[in-house]
């Protein structure tokens, strides 16, 4: 059965840190894999040196080879095999037009999954229609494309002890196609399907509000936020408002990174034996996790480049005046971001201050 499924033509579009390293370990496993990507030094490295990937542990070091596109290329695909399975790993703020770019070369059955930051499956969808639409959410798999061609993990692998990917359809019980998809991934890491894509998206989504735009502003790593009592607060308020939103949108929350979401948002709203337990897990794995680890939207404020902030802390900003919740410390981390962005701040601990 898996040999079969590792024939299926598997394009990655957005070959960023998150798709290099999710299509290099499908190759490696031998699925048919094509890197896309919008970076030229990228996409040429890999053409020249293979595509490098290194982790926390030895073992997990391997020169991948595999065929890599640059973007202006993909008309090629219309000389091949259709794709089976295409992959959107863009930033969101992309995904409109990497799913256009991709969608003419599908086979008949052919599908697209988001594996991405934020809630992007209705925009696939509106191009290409619900029935060819899943999602996958990634879970603590935390990666770094740190120079043309490489990529590391810094994070241990889930295995047995933490599920990285959950993969569903739109609105209705996991298939036989999701099930498929959950199978070629955990030549990844460990997978799994989920009837609840929109509920474990946000739960996601809860985490990322949390950690992303905060290390952006602050300019601190990973550890150094989740180490820092007084940042470390601010996140927790952050996680509770996001919570109190999803629940207000009557969506099924599950625990993420070992926080339940209700003791989440009571922790953030000052809950003592709440807040100790949510502290005590995040310290906990700080000392875990690679002291250079740096969520996405702080690697887009380092290297000068747009963030998603607005499908981050904006979505669940937005979200919340929807459904009539409170969600100013998420307001005010994305204006502060956008400020960073424009040059008119510069990360510091002390743009929290006040918050």
Not at 294 to 304: C, K, Q, W
Not at 305 to 312: G, H, K, L
Not at 314 to 341: F, P, S
């Amino acid at each position: 059965m898996m040999n079969g499924l590792l024939k299926k033509r598997i394009a990655i579009v957005g070959a960023g840190a998150v798709g290099s390293y999710v299509g290099g370990r499908m190759a490696l496993a031998g699925a048919n894999v094509t890197l896309i990507d919008a970076w030229p030094a990228h996409v040429d490295a890999i053409r020249a040196n293979g595509l490098q990937l290194s982790g926390m542990s030895t073992a997990e070091s391997h020169t991948v080879r595999l065929p890599a596109l640059h973007i202006g290329e993909v008309q090629q695909i219309a000389r091949q095999a259709p794709v089976d399975i295409a992959v959107i790993c863009t930033i969101s703020y992309d995904t409109e037009w990497a799913t256009q770019l991709i969608r003419q070369y599908l086979s008949d059955d052919g599908v697209i999954v988001s594996l991405q930051n934020s809630i992007n499956e209705d925009r696939i969808a509106a191009i290409v229609g619900a029935d060819r639409v899943l999602g996958c959410i990634a879970s603590l798999i935390a990666v770094e494309l740190y120079k043309p061609g490489c990529v590391k993990r810094l994070v241990p692998q889930g295995g047995e002890r933490h599920t990285v990917f959950h993969v569903g359809e739109l609105d209705r019980p996991a298939t036989g196609r999701a099930r498929d998809i959950a199978g070629i991934l955990a030549t990844v890491d460990s997978s799994t399907v989920t009837d609840n894509l929109r509920g474990e998206r946000w739960s996601k989504l809860v985490v990322n509000s949390m950690r992303n735009g905060l290390s952006a502003v602050t300019g601190l790593t990973g550890n150094e936020r989740d180490l820092d009592d007084t940042v470390r607060w601010l996140g927790l308020r952050l996680g509770s408002q996001a919570v109190r939103v999803g629940q207000a949108l009557g969506l099924e929350l599950v625990a993420e990174q070992g926080m339940q979401p209700e003791t989440l948002a009571r922790a953030g709203e000052g809950d003592v034996a709440a807040r100790r337990e949510i502290e005590s897990g995040l310290i906990a794995f700080a000392k875990k996790r690679s002291n250079e680890q740096r969520p996405s939207t702080a690697h887009d404020i380092l290297r000068g480049r747009r963030t998603e902030i607005d499908y981050i802390n904006g979505y669940v900003a937005e979200k919340a005046v929807v459904v009539g919740v409170e969600a100013n410390l998420h307001t005010a981390i994305t204006a502060m971001v956008k400020k960073i962005e424009r040059g008119e701040q510069v990360p510091s601990r002390a743009l929290i201050e006040g918050l």
